[in-house]
């Protein structure tokens, strides 16, 4: 499988991205967000759809699960460690999973 070369978003993507999806910030260079589901079970449901949607994308964020809170990190490491539009489509497509909840 041929991987094609993923371009870093510039600043002005980014700020676009983030104003149209609210929770979202810029943190370490990653694009990142916390989610808090009611429960504890409602979180790791999140955490599997999340590596459902992942590896479909095979493109996987960094997650951390603190009881039922789940941070996701969103960064292209074959694009120098920057955020790409992949980064950008799979955040979105989390907040609409999460929504769905």
Do not use: Y
């Not at 370490?28 to 989610?35: I, K, P, V, W």
């Not at 997650?63 to 694009?79: C, E, G, N, Q, S």
């Amino acid at each position: 499988m041929r991987r094609r070369m993923k371009t870093p978003l510039d600043e002005q993507k980014i700020a676009a991205f983030l104003e149209a999806h609210p929770g979202w910030r810029v943190e370490n260079g990653m694009l990142c967000r916390t989610f808090e589901a009611p429960t504890f079970l409602r979180a790791v449901d999140f955490v599997v759809d999340i590596a459902k949607l992942s590896e479909a994308a095979d493109h996987h964020p960094d997650i951390d699960v603190r009881w039922r809170k789940v941070t996701l990190r969103f960064v292209t490491h074959d694009a120098g460690n920057r955020i790409t539009s992949l980064d950008a489509r799979l955040a979105a497509e989390c907040s609409l999973v999460f929504a769905a909840l």
